[in-house]
Protein backbone atom coordinates (compact mmCIF):
# COMPACT_ATOMS: atom_id res chain seq x y z
CA UNK A 1 0.00 0.00 0.00
CA UNK A 2 1.50 3.48 -1.16
CA UNK A 3 0.03 7.29 0.52
CA UNK A 4 0.62 9.85 -1.46
CA UNK A 5 0.57 13.74 0.00
CA UNK A 6 0.24 16.41 -2.31
CA UNK A 7 1.41 20.02 -1.02
CA UNK A 8 2.05 22.64 -2.18
CA UNK A 9 -1.71 24.09 -4.01
CA UNK A 10 -2.70 27.75 -3.30
CA UNK A 11 -4.09 30.75 -4.70
CA UNK A 12 -1.59 32.61 -7.21
CA UNK A 13 -2.42 35.23 -9.93
CA UNK A 14 -2.38 34.65 -13.27
CA UNK A 15 1.74 34.70 -14.75
CA UNK A 16 2.61 33.61 -11.52
CA UNK A 17 4.21 29.65 -10.02
CA UNK A 18 3.59 26.98 -7.93
CA UNK A 19 5.30 24.14 -6.66
CA UNK A 20 3.52 21.05 -6.19
CA UNK A 21 5.11 18.10 -4.32
CA UNK A 22 4.13 14.65 -3.61
CA UNK A 23 5.31 12.59 -1.10
CA UNK A 24 5.01 8.89 -0.38
CA UNK A 25 4.36 7.49 3.13
CA UNK A 26 6.21 4.98 4.59
CA UNK A 27 8.33 4.06 1.54
CA UNK A 28 9.82 5.26 -1.43
CA UNK A 29 8.65 5.85 -5.21
CA UNK A 30 11.23 4.54 -6.90
CA UNK A 31 9.47 1.72 -8.25
CA UNK A 32 6.77 3.54 -9.52
CA UNK A 33 5.78 5.28 -12.62
CA UNK A 34 4.36 8.39 -11.18
CA UNK A 35 1.96 11.61 -12.97
CA UNK A 36 0.19 14.43 -12.16
CA UNK A 37 -3.95 15.12 -13.14
CA UNK A 38 -6.06 17.24 -12.32
CA UNK A 39 -9.52 17.96 -12.51
CA UNK A 40 -11.90 21.63 -12.88
CA UNK A 41 -15.15 21.67 -11.41
CA UNK A 42 -17.85 19.79 -13.52
CA UNK A 43 -14.65 18.35 -15.24
CA UNK A 44 -13.59 14.83 -15.95
CA UNK A 45 -9.91 14.00 -14.31
CA UNK A 46 -7.50 14.97 -16.80
CA UNK A 47 -3.66 13.90 -17.72
CA UNK A 48 -0.89 16.53 -16.87
CA UNK A 49 2.46 15.12 -16.87
CA UNK A 50 4.29 12.05 -16.26
CA UNK A 51 7.91 11.09 -15.19
CA UNK A 52 9.17 7.50 -15.65
CA UNK A 53 11.19 5.49 -12.88
CA UNK A 54 14.21 6.17 -13.42
CA UNK A 55 13.29 10.02 -14.07
CA UNK A 56 14.68 9.97 -17.48
CA UNK A 57 11.46 10.31 -19.25
CA UNK A 58 8.97 12.80 -18.83
CA UNK A 59 5.66 13.75 -21.16
CA UNK A 60 3.29 16.85 -20.66
CA UNK A 61 -0.50 17.30 -22.33
CA UNK A 62 -0.27 20.01 -24.61
CA UNK A 63 -1.63 22.48 -22.54
CA UNK A 64 1.05 22.61 -20.08
CA UNK A 65 3.79 21.80 -22.45
CA UNK A 66 6.45 24.44 -22.14
CA UNK A 67 5.00 25.73 -18.90
CA UNK A 68 5.08 23.01 -16.39
CA UNK A 69 7.86 20.69 -15.69
CA UNK A 70 7.64 17.07 -13.49
CA UNK A 71 10.55 15.79 -11.43
CA UNK A 72 11.09 13.28 -9.01
CA UNK A 73 14.41 13.43 -6.19
CA UNK A 74 17.72 10.94 -6.48
CA UNK A 75 15.86 9.44 -3.38
CA UNK A 76 12.77 9.24 -5.30
CA UNK A 77 10.94 9.68 -2.33
CA UNK A 78 9.11 12.69 -3.78
CA UNK A 79 7.55 14.06 -7.33
CA UNK A 80 7.15 17.61 -8.12
CA UNK A 81 5.37 19.92 -10.70
CA UNK A 82 6.89 23.24 -11.14
CA UNK A 83 3.80 25.33 -12.61
CA UNK A 84 5.17 28.93 -14.51
CA UNK A 85 2.97 31.17 -16.27
CA UNK A 86 -0.12 29.81 -14.83
CA UNK A 87 -3.39 30.74 -16.38
CA UNK A 88 -6.77 30.74 -14.69
CA UNK A 89 -7.51 27.69 -16.72
CA UNK A 90 -5.15 25.79 -14.75
CA UNK A 91 -7.43 26.24 -11.75
CA UNK A 92 -8.07 22.60 -10.72
CA UNK A 93 -7.33 20.40 -7.84
CA UNK A 94 -4.05 18.77 -8.58
CA UNK A 95 -3.26 15.54 -8.00
CA UNK A 96 -0.60 13.01 -7.78
CA UNK A 97 -0.86 8.99 -8.90
CA UNK A 98 1.84 6.09 -8.49
CA UNK A 99 1.73 3.15 -11.59
CA UNK A 100 3.18 0.03 -10.91
CA UNK A 101 3.49 -1.74 -14.05
CA UNK A 102 5.80 -1.23 -16.35
CA UNK A 103 4.26 0.73 -18.74
CA UNK A 104 3.88 4.27 -17.98
CA UNK A 105 0.50 5.66 -19.13
CA UNK A 106 -1.61 8.43 -19.48
CA UNK A 107 -5.10 6.88 -18.32
CA UNK A 108 -6.64 8.03 -15.27
CA UNK A 109 -7.55 4.07 -14.87
CA UNK A 110 -4.53 2.91 -15.13
CA UNK A 111 -2.65 4.36 -12.29
CA UNK A 112 -2.45 2.09 -8.33
CA UNK A 113 -2.53 5.09 -5.95
CA UNK A 114 -3.69 8.31 -5.52
CA UNK A 115 -3.23 11.36 -3.45
CA UNK A 116 -6.24 13.64 -1.47
CA UNK A 117 -5.14 16.37 -3.56
CA UNK A 118 -4.06 20.18 -3.62
CA UNK A 119 -6.44 23.37 -4.92
CA UNK A 120 -5.09 25.51 -6.69
CA UNK A 121 -6.44 28.04 -7.96
CA UNK A 122 -5.61 31.21 -10.51
CA UNK A 123 -6.97 34.32 -10.66
CA UNK A 124 -7.05 36.35 -13.59
Known amino acids: QVQLVESGGGLVQAGGSLRLSCAAS????????MGWFRQAPGKEREFVAR????????YYADPVKGRFTISRDNAKIAVYLQMNSLKPEDTAVYYC?????????????????WGQGTQVTVTS
Open 97 to 113: AARALSLATMRVQDYDY
Open 51 to 58: ISRSGGTT
Open 26 to 33: GRTLSSFH
